[in-house]
């Protein structure tokens, strides 16, 4: 597939890094970072984006309940709406801010037991119950394929998951994968060590 580079937004994942590593990465023009810890995010991000007003900033990573309001009041972008009472918490945080954030459905692609994310068979249902009883406006689907499997089947699985959805929003690939997920459709690509490097804490 050829793909126009405009279609593909870059988040660069700028977990574990802190201000004076980041800084450098927007001189050079990005502007769309990930984070996945809120209480991190919140430590590092207000200032640099004080600087830099048109930052978007999404997380990646769960999302406990009793953070939301700080997650809706800092993100842009939302990747890991997994379960109903999270949908119901964003869904009344949304109302009182009037504004929402872009909402991707975390799907575990894997059926991994530690992983987050709604299983496949559920998806169809999660996405439905978001809409009709939560209200919410959905963006996309996300998927984190397990590490020691390769990532096509479960991008394709994906790819299939919110097309028959209705769904645009596809977030897929890392820095290991994300070429193939571009052939294969993804508009959200999230990529962190091969741009800031390895990683010292893994997390
Ligand atoms: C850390 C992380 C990434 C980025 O991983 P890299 O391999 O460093 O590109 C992408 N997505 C999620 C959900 C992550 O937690």
């Known amino acids: 597939m050829n793909r126009d580079g405009a279609e593909v937004t870059l ?28 209480q991190e995010a919140l430590a590092k991000w207000p200032a640099l984006k004080a600087d830099t007003p048109d930052i978007k900033l999404h997380l990646i990573g769960p999302l406990q309940s009793n953070k939301t309001r700080d997650a809706v009041g800092l993100f842009d972008a939302i990747h890991t709406l997994d379960r109903p009472k999270l949908a119901r918490i964003l869904a009344d945080e949304i109302q009182a801010r009037g504004h929402a954030p872009a909402l991707f459905i975390q799907v575990n692609t894997g059926e991994e037991a530690q992983k987050a994310g709604v299983l496949p068979g559920a998806t169809d249902a999660f996405v439905a119950q978001c809409r009709d009883e939560f209200g919410l406006s959905i963006k996309g689907l996300m998927c984190l394929p397990p590490a020691a499997e390769a990532p096509a089947p479960h991008f394709a699985l994906l790819v299939k998951l919110a097309a028959r959805n209705g769904l645009t929003g596809l977030s897929m690939g890392m820095s290991a994968d994300f070429p193939e997920a571009v052939r294969m459709g993804a508009n959200f690509v999230r990529v962190g060590s091969a741009i800031f490097g390895a990683r010292e804490v893994k997390h």
């Open 11 to 38: 988040v660069a994942v700028s977990k574990t890094f802190a201000a004076a590593q980041i800084s450098p990465v927007i001189a050079a023009g990005q502007r769309v970072f990930g984070e996945n810890r809120v």
